[in-house]
């Protein structure tokens, strides 16, 4: 099974507007983080928010906001009001924390944002 | 303060050549990461290692593939005889720590390899 699925290949949204990107995640393991990053046409990657399994409020960077919901399995992105910028891959990621000490993420497939003027 | 710095930015193979790709962590961090990102494709794990040691290295492919990282100097991958199919964009990460640590995970701006 995938560890990480992200099921919106691309989205469109409004240069001003909110939009959600939708990440879905699969551990069996209590403890555990979740991450966006950003990758620019330029191709570097952005950390923009993370996400602890303990954490009891949902985390928030600017206009970034995560809406994590446990029991669903869900880390779905927030971008409020949209800017050109903005317009990117977004991918999630998972890392777990596990017995073995070798903490890599697993990322999904990504979904391209494009913020329309 | 410089972040995880890799080098060089974009590298191009002839097939068989050798490619060397290396990575200096963020001053502080003793664990480093290797990514593979094929086109299209998010990053997938390649690599886990700490100062003279691989920690977990499951994601590294059988043959031709290898990493280290001494005690001094930056991390090198190191990818021996290319094929086409290793054209890809390799990201390094860095972090303070390994287990304890969920959060502090830095990437670098990653390496292009072309191979033609």
């Known amino acids: 099974a995938q560890k990480i699925t992200q099921t919106q290949p691309g989205m469109f949204v409004q240069e001003k507007e909110a939009v959600t990107l939708d990440c879905t995640y699969d551990t069996s393991d209590p403890s555990y983080g979740l991450f966006w990053y950003k990758q620019p046409s330029s191709g570097e990657m952005i950390f923009l928010i993370y996400?602890?399994?303990?954490?009891?409020q949902n985390a928030t960077e600017g206009r970034y906001s995560l809406n994590f919901q446990k029991a669903r399995k869900s880390a779905n992105l927030v971008i409020s009001a949209s800017q050109l910028g903005d317009s990117a891959m977004y991918f999630c990621a998972m890392r777990e924390a596990d017995q073995t000490g070798a903490n890599n993420l697993f990322f999904g497939t990504g979904t391209r944002l494009t913020v329309i003027p | 303060n410089a972040g995880v710095m890799q080098n060089p930015r974009h590298l191009v193979r002839r097939r068989g050549q050798e490619a060397r790709l290396r990575c200096s962590p963020m001053?502080?961090?003793?664990?480093v990461y290797w990514y593979r990102q094929l086109p299209e494709e998010g990053l997938k794990f390649m690599v886990y290692?700490?100062?003279?040691?691989?920690?977990?290295e499951s994601g590294m492919p059988k043959e031709r593939f290898s990493a280290e990282f001494p005690k001094e100097g930056p991390s090198i991958l190191r990818i021996q005889q290319v094929v086409r199919g290793d054209s890809a964009a390799y990201f390094c990460a860095s972090s303070p720590s390994g287990r304890t640590q969920i959060y502090g995970y830095t990437f670098g701006s990653g390496t292009r390899l072309t191979v033609v």
């Open positions: 290692l700490q100062k003279e040691n691989i920690i977990d």
């Open positions: 996400q602890g399994s303990y954490d009891q």
């Open positions: 001053k502080g961090h003793s664990h």
